[in-house]
């Protein structure tokens, strides 16, 4: 399978708890996203990376989120003092600076809830 | 800033065709982006319009005018399957391409 990769699928936390998740981009793609779902809502962009820089962070995200692309390979999100306020899903995305990459292709996502 | 408007739900027949409106304002415009996503689901890109006009993929046709800041996403000959959320997402122009995506539209195909 050479899709996006995204673990945990599903993790529960206590507040307060910090939390880490990874997502495998696709091999060949040198752009990774990741964005936070909520039900009935669209993604919501969270951060971007091209290779290993982190090239934009949305004004949303507290100082408690952080992401890494060590390498430019595979990318780690972490929330710090998790609230019930994280409960989402964080989805991953990975799309070429070549070919077709117009289309951003997504992982199955990690489900947060925070008890 | 930047704002997608697209309609929360719609309801059609099966074999009937739908279409899906999109209006958008943002700076650095550089394309607008269709996704499939049924519950549970993970998105799935559709179709992507740059230019003016009209973009056709099997079923599904987009169609793109930059200079009324619209788009729509036209579901031919429906099918149960096609019971999904649909969400329009803007590109935007810049040394990254940061996409912005709509709240989505539930279309549900009914017999």
């Known amino acids: 399978d050479t899709g996006v990769s995204q673990n945990p699928r599903h993790k529960i936390t206590k507040r307060g708890q910090n939390v880490t998740f990874r997502c495998d981009p696709i091999s060949e793609h040198n752009r990774l996203y990741w964005y936070r779902q909520t039900l009935g809502q669209g993604p919501e962009f969270l951060t971007y990376?091209?290779?290993?820089?982190?090239?934009?962070k949305s004004r949303l995200l507290s100082d408690r989120f952080s992401a890494e692309r060590p390498k430019g390979s595979f990318s780690t999100l972490e929330i710090q003092r998790t609230e019930q306020g994280d409960s989402a899903m964080y989805l991953c995305?990975?799309?070429?600076?070549?070919?077709?990459?117009?289309?951003?292709?997504f992982g199955s996502g990690t489900q947060l809830s925070v008890l | 800033g930047q704002s997608l408007e697209q309609p929360s739900e719609v309801t059609a027949v099966e074999g009937a065709i739908v279409q899906i409106n999109c209006t958008y304002q943002t700076s650095g415009f550089y394309g607008l982006s269709w996704y499939q996503q049924h519950d549970g689901g993970a998105p799935t890109f559709l179709s992507y319009?740059?230019?003016?006009g009209l973009e056709e993929t099997g079923r599904f046709s987009s169609f793109l005018s930059r200079s009324d800041s619209y788009g729509y996403l036209l579901l031919q000959e429906l099918q149960m399957k096609d019971s999904a959320s649909y969400f329009c997402?803007?590109?935007?122009?810049?040394?990254?391409?940061?996409?912005?995506f709509g709240i989505g539209t539930k279309l549900q195909v009914i017999p």
């Open positions: 319009n740059a230019l003016d």
């Open positions: 995305a990975s799309s070429s600076t070549v070919r077709s990459n117009e289309k951003l292709f």
């Open positions: 990376f091209q290779n290993e820089a982190q090239l934009e």
């Open positions: 997402a803007v590109r935007r122009d810049g040394g990254y391409q940061k996409v912005t």
